[in-house]
């Protein structure tokens, strides 16, 4: 199984707006435009909402985007969003991650977004670089403004299942949510067919405070055109780095007579008063 590296950090995107470059009506309704960033690496990928038919799209929207000592790119896609087909890119960009890592914050960016060396698109962003925190420090920082806050990036992986409480056959795979009502942030590859199924998925996500998180673990395994659930958990996130730390790794599911997943997570806190 492969080993993630330490994270070098965490970049904060606030996506403002973009003026698209129109095309003529006999070429189809304005564009359903939607950003995506991600670092040359492909990991990671974070995105925006789809706005319609504009032009004009704003979004007023905060992503964060992990990132590893051996990324060196960070991209940004402008897409536009279709329903029965593959979405179209309307065009991209890409930032040195070393300039962004030593000036920390670059804000009220105009960039230029291009497609086959052609302009596309202005997109305004406001790019701002934390670091992960590789020393324990005997001072103190200060609370952070908005609240005391304990920001970090999560490590996570999804090894095996076993005793899974299944009534017929499937191919089960396991999704990650935060909290009761989220998305899912993260969804195994489907595994074998077998109540002992191993998938060994490694992901991360940012988490803005370690002590307010919780996560859904949630196995599901396909049923004609739907999916089953085989079982769940719901784990507030101190708890499972804290169990994690003192060897439990094994998690019973609830909503099933029998089933237990292995989890193993990781814990890097980002040092956000760096730029603050």
Known sequence: MQVQAEPAGVIRVGVQSARIRPWCR???SPPDPFVVVQTNHGQNMVQTAHKSHSFEPTWMETLYVVVYPQDSLLEVHLYSAHEHRDDTILGMTHFPLFKLMQSKELTGLVVDITKSGKHKADLLLDLTFYPANTEVSPVQPKPLPFRDLEPGVVTMTIHEAADLDVTHHGTPSVQIGLGLEGPPIHITAPGEDSVNPVWDSIFDFFCLDKGSA???VKVVIPHWSAEETVGHMLLPLE????????????????GCNSGKVRISVRWTSVDMHASL
């Open 26 to 28: 006999l070429l189809g």
């Open 214 to 216: 919780s996560v859904m």
């Open 239 to 254: 708890d499972l780095l804290e169990s994690y730390r003192t060897g439990v790794d094994w998690w019973p599911l609830g």
